[in-house]
């Protein structure tokens, strides 16, 4: 596949993008939370890897390096959207007293009730290597060697990070009740002792 890449098939592009597009823009929305970012990205990246496929030196599998690419980018765009916004609170806070206490970037915005909505903004909110070994493990279900290809680490380096993500979420989501009630009816209810 990869010398068929790097030769400029056409076909074997179209089976790489058609394999993993999908997957790809589902993972950079996970990051960005707007689907047409996500399929910016993703197309971004495929027309990178069309253009440099003859400096290709792959020695990982092609999802490997496309999730990375991916994943790279969507960071790279994260860390600039973050800073524009700092940018932008900070002229709102110098220019317009208690202005900045309505600022709303939209990613905060959750309904409640909503267990998905709640889990999907907590993960976001994990530390970086955490939210991504959850997301490549649990989420888009790579094995752990791939994962850790992904993010550039090591095994037992990976599953540091996915033990701590999930310790984090499980914490999160009880003190929510959001854990007790979806395990056991009723169980987000604290009972008191009578009598």
């Known amino acids: ?45 495929f027309v990178n890897l069309f253009l440099e ?3 290709l030196d792959l020695t990982e599998q092609v999802n490997v390096y496309l999730f990375r690419a991916v994943r790279n980018r969507v960071l790279n765009q994260e860390r600039n ?9 900070r002229f709102v806070a110098t220019r317009a007293p208690g202005s900045d206490r309505a600022w709303n970037d939209g990613m905060s915005r959750v309904l409640r009730g909503e267990i998905a909505t709640k ?8 530390p970086e290597k955490c939210r991504d070994a959850f997301l490549l493990v649990r989420v888009y279900h790579m094995d752990y060697v791939e994962a850790a290809a992904v993010m550039g680490v090591t095994k037992p ?34 009972r008191r002792n009578v009598g």
Not at 119 to 126: D, G
């Open 1 to 45: 596949m990869l010398e068929e890449l790097r030769a400029g098939d056409e076909g074997a592009y179209a089976e790489v993008f058609h394999d993993h597009y999908a997957a790809l823009r589902d993972y950079a929305f996970s990051f960005s939370q707007s689907w047409d970012d996500a399929a910016e990205v993703v197309q971004e990246v």
């Open 53 to 55: 496929r003859e400096r």
């Open 81 to 89: 959207r973050r800073r524009r916004e700092q940018g932008v609170r």
């Open 119 to 126: 889990t999907r903004q907590l993960v976001n909110e994990l």
């Open 157 to 190: 380096t990976l599953s540091s990070h996915l033990i701590r993500a999930t310790k984090i979420l499980g914490r999160q989501l009880t003190e929510l009740g959001l854990v007790d009630g979806a395990v056991r009816p009723g169980g987000s209810l604290r």
